[in-house]
């Protein structure tokens, strides 16, 4: 029988902000498989996580098949934003939210946990931010479409570049992407599909650089939609789940332990000749190229 097993593995889950995402469903899994698990917080919203945590609002989806609780070995605030904190504005060191914290920039969060820890073995990436997602692309600005490369794609770069020194050898990175990234999805806009394609495209670049520089296999995981809280922010997610459910060859909401398990999969050794690829957990969605509930279709049949 083969097991997935990440005992003695430390892993760094970048963009946890509740317990509804595939970040969470990912550090779940990795847990279940034994794994010493670290979590980064966009710095803003890690009093009101830790408060929930805390106060035992998580409790239920921290449950393990084993009857204990998931931990988290420590919590870092984070903004993928900034790499080092010469980039980060006046106005966001000044704000209330951000005052009181420190070494939340990329750079510093890598240095924190290599104190904290020394080595980890796995990074998984969970970060996606469009300040204009609700806009057509071709109505998002300069500034709103470098926001979400910057924040959902170059992110995932810069962490690796500092992460990658203080990973294992023959350690794991990984990344989410979306379908959009190679298809066109009306109403997923404001340059987070130009983005996810960028993610993608930079998975198979980082997969050579930090295989031949740190021995490290990186691979991105294409999910389907979930209704998670940071997808309701789009404004169409149940149309999303709708138009999977009635088209994808597997006729089911998508489960975010699915995406789980799958990166449980990639960051083990049973994964161990996988790098570059992009797999995709979706019902089969991306396979298609027909959409079957189409009027179209129905007024073709009807003559």
């Not at 088209?247 to 909401?253: E, F, G, I, M, V």
Request: glycine residues 8%; hydrophobic residues 40%.
């Amino acid at each position: 029988m083969l097991n997935i097993d990440l005992k003695n593995k430390r892993v760094f889950v970048a963009g946890i902000g509740d317990d509804q995402g595939f970040g969470w469903a990912i550090a779940k899994a990795l847990a279940e498989a034994g794994a010493e698990v670290l979590i980064g917080t966009w710095a803003p919203i890690i009093r009101i996580f830790k408060m929930s945590w805390d106060n035992g609002k998580f409790d239920a989806s921290r449950m393990l098949s084993n009857g204990k609780l998931m931990e988290y070995a420590k919590l870092y605030p984070m903004d993928a934003s900034f790499d080092y904190p010469e980039d980060v504005p006046e106005e966001i060191k000044n704000n209330k939210r951000y005052s009181d914290l420190k070494n939340y920039t990329i750079s510093e969060v890598a240095k924190q946990v290599e104190k904290d820890f020394g080595k980890i073995d796995v990074f998984i990436h969970c970060l996606a931010n469009g300040p204009e997602v609700t806009k057509p692309l071709l109505e998002t600005s300069r500034k709103g479409y470098l926001a979400a490369v910057s924040s959902s794609a170059y992110s995932f770069v810069s962490f690796l570049a500092h992460f990658g020194p203080i990973m294992n050898s023959g350690g794991s990175a990984l990344c989410l992407s979306y379908m959009a990234s190679e298809k066109a999805i009306p109403g997923y806009g404001g340059g987070m599909s130009s983005a996810k394609a960028a993610l993608e495209s930079d998975t198979r670049t980082l997969a050579y650089e930090a295989g031949e520089k740190w021995n490290l296999r990186v691979n991105c995981i294409s999910a389907g939609p979930l209704r998670s809280r940071a997808a309701r922010a789009i404004g169409m997610i149940e149309d999303m789940i709708n138009y999977s459910k009635a088209n994808a060859p597997l006729k089911k909401d998508l489960d975010a332990e699915e995406v789980g398990n799958t990166a449980a999969f990639l960051s083990s050794s049973l994964a161990s000749a996988i790098s570059g690829a992009t797999i995709y957990v979706d019902n089969g969605m991306h396979a298609m190229g027909l959409a079957k509930d189409s009027e179209s279709l129905s007024k073709s049949t009807a003559h």
